[in-house]
């Protein structure tokens, strides 16, 4: 069989991961997986069962009953819970906080594992995480660390947040990037950090179109150096 080309991209919350993934994905045919999005679908299932935010292993005696599904669709992946499709629901500063905090419990990240790489073997992808290069495809062609810096990221997600209608200020969206930065790379398991050898890429002064150029600069190069 072919080998697939997988593509990583890692990075804090904010730093334009997923869209460079969406930009790459559709520069290069390839399916963009918003592993990001799994841990959101276990935090929303988490608070609609009751498990605090605050107390996040709660969740592992009622993992089995679980219904997540991931589906391909529109060249990404779609998340399902108990069947219906999850949106804007997961997008909050709630939902946020809530992903973050299950994405610490060993056994949900062991739940999601598999599934993560199984897409990965069988499509090529640009799967963007924070754990991607360093764990969940070590073998990665191409390893891509995002980086911009917390007052950038903060803007971005403001942004994004008040179109949403949140209302919530650029204070309180600083103080959750970085909450949620010391909360993802302070974890005993698969802290967020850049692969030993993971290109840097940061996108501060850059536009989307500007980053996606720079990385299909780099992933050119990478390939050409790889055995595929
Ligand atoms: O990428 P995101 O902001 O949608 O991710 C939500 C949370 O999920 C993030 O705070 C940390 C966690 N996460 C993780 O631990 N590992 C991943 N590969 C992706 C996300």
Known sequence: MTKTINIAIDGPSGSGKSTLAKGLAAALGYIYIDTGALYRAIGLFAARHGVSAETPE??????????????????????YLDGVRLGE???TSSASHYASQVSKVPEV??????TQRNIARTNNVIMDGRDIGT???PDAQV??????SPQQRAKRRLLELLAKGEQITEEQVLADILRRDANDSGRDIAPAKPAEDAVFLDNS???????????????REKLETVTL
């Open 89 to 91: 629901e997961i997008r």
């Open 109 to 114: 990240r062991a739940f999601l594992l598999e």
């Open 205 to 219: 002064l850059l536009t989307p179109a500007e980053t996606v150029e720079a990385a299909l600069a780099i992933i």
């Open 143 to 148: 390893k891509l660390y995002m980086e911009a």
């Open 135 to 137: 764990v969940i495809l």
């Open 58 to 79: 709660d969740v592992v005696p009622l993992l089995p009953l679980m219904d997540l599904q991931m589906r391909l669709e529109n060249g990404g992946n779609a998340v």
